[in-house]
């Protein structure tokens, strides 16, 4: 499956993003899907991921209750909703999907398919 991430810009500390991934190829409703973000200098962390079904979801403890992940799985599309922004938020975003598993995974050697990524920066 081929991803494809989007809506990423600017916000001011406080505000909201939401985040699209695109998917073309016939396995995207089969496939678990996750969002990973990498801030400058950082390695890249789990945020989000989604069963095939809408399973799970599971966050990263630091931005739990503040993004939510879901799917639709008729637009072969996954999003990540993003709200009270905080400038740490800042870093690339990428989503990923599973290889051969439907399940929800925090960890990105689970993921065999990443996008391309869209670069969020919240302003203090």
């Known amino acids: 499956v081929q991803l494809q991430a989007s809506g990423g810009g600017l916000v001011q500390a406080g505000g909201s993003l939401r985040l699209s991934c695109a998917a073309s190829?016939?396995?995207?409703?089969?496939?678990?899907m996750g969002w990973f973000r990498q801030a400058p200098g950082k390695e890249r962390e789990f945020v989000a991921t989604i069963g095939w079904n809408g399973g799970g979801p599971y966050y990263a403890d630091s931005v739990k209750g503040r993004f939510t992940i879901s799917r639709d799985n008729a637009k072969n599309t996954v999003y990540l909703q993003m709200n009270s922004l905080k400038p740490e938020d800042t870093a690339v975003y990428y989503c990923?999907?599973?290889?051969?598993?439907?399940?929800?995974?925090?960890?990105?050697?689970?993921?065999?398919?990443w996008g391309r990524g869209t670069l969020v920066t919240v302003s203090s």
């Open positions: 190829g016939r396995t995207f409703n089969t496939a678990g």
């Open positions: 990923a999907a599973r290889k051969n598993s439907r399940f929800p995974s925090q960890s990105a050697g689970d993921f065999g398919s």
